[in-house]
């Protein structure tokens, strides 16, 4: 199948959640992952007429931007260490998981302009995953107001791999309601508007929960081109 006619799909599964929920499905993004697929399979979704792209490997990254460049917005979605910063800092859009100091500072360090970045949160409290405590979100965003070249525009987090719905949802829901408090601290540095949640198992979920940023790469643009 290809990446249209996928994105036809997702993008009428968003319309039903957004109509259910009460939400404009315009607030929603689709971020192609693309760290599965060849460069071709990523300009299929360019052409497809998706505007996100979302890496997770700086190798990986510099190489999908080399082929595309400027026709797409770009994300690094995965663990980012800090010694990774300076390869992608001056080509990524965005940064989905800031949860450390060490990487503030050298995103802070490396940056030639503001960096839209989203804070990491481990809501579901696995091991196996990154992020801050939900209890800890607070006292890092107020400490990020020491770096001129951060703006935090969200929040990020994964949900547990289930099919327990409950569960999902409490994931998201959570995320959404610390969004919400953050906000209505009004950090210049921290708008905090943003919520990034919601990949190929679960993002109708995310939708009905207040995701705006939705990563999605199976269900869009498959994994059949394993690099």
């Not at 800031?98 to 940056?111: F, G, N, P, V």
Request: hydrophobic share 40%; net charge negative; charged share 25%.
């Amino acid at each position: 199948m290809s990446v249209k006619q996928r994105l036809q799909t997702i993008q009428q599964h968003i319309a039903e959640a957004c109509e259910k929920t009460g939400r404009n499905a315009a607030d929603v993004q689709i971020v192609a992952v693309t760290k599965y697929v060849s460069i071709a399979r990523a300009n299929e979704a360019v052409k497809a007429g998706i505007v996100h792209l979302g890496e997770s490997r700086a190798d990986g990254f510099l190489q999908k931007y080399e082929a595309i460049g400027k026709e797409a917005t770009w994300h690094f979605i995965g663990t980012l260490q800090s010694r990774k910063v300076k390869q992608i800092i001056d080509y990524v859009d965005y940064i989905h998981s800031l949860d450390r100091l060490s990487l503030a500072e050298e995103i802070d360090k490396r940056a030639n302009r503001t960096m839209k970045c989203f804070v990491q949160v481990n809501v579901s409290g696995e091991m196996s995953k990154h992020g801050l405590a939900p209890e800890d979100v607070f006292s890092f965003i107020e400490t990020l107001s020491a770096f001129s070249r951060i703006e935090v525009v969200g929040l990020m987090t994964m949900a547990p791999y289930t099919d327990d719905e409950a569960t999902i949802r409490r994931c998201f829901r959570t995320l959404r309601e610390l969004k919400e408090r953050v906000q209505e601290k009004q950090y210049p540095h921290a708008p905090c508007t943003q919520l990034s949640m919601g990949m190929s198992n679960d993002y109708v979920i995310a939708v009905e929960e207040g995701a705006t940023f939705l990563r999605l790469g199976t269900c869009l643009v498959g994994e059949e081109e394993v690099e």
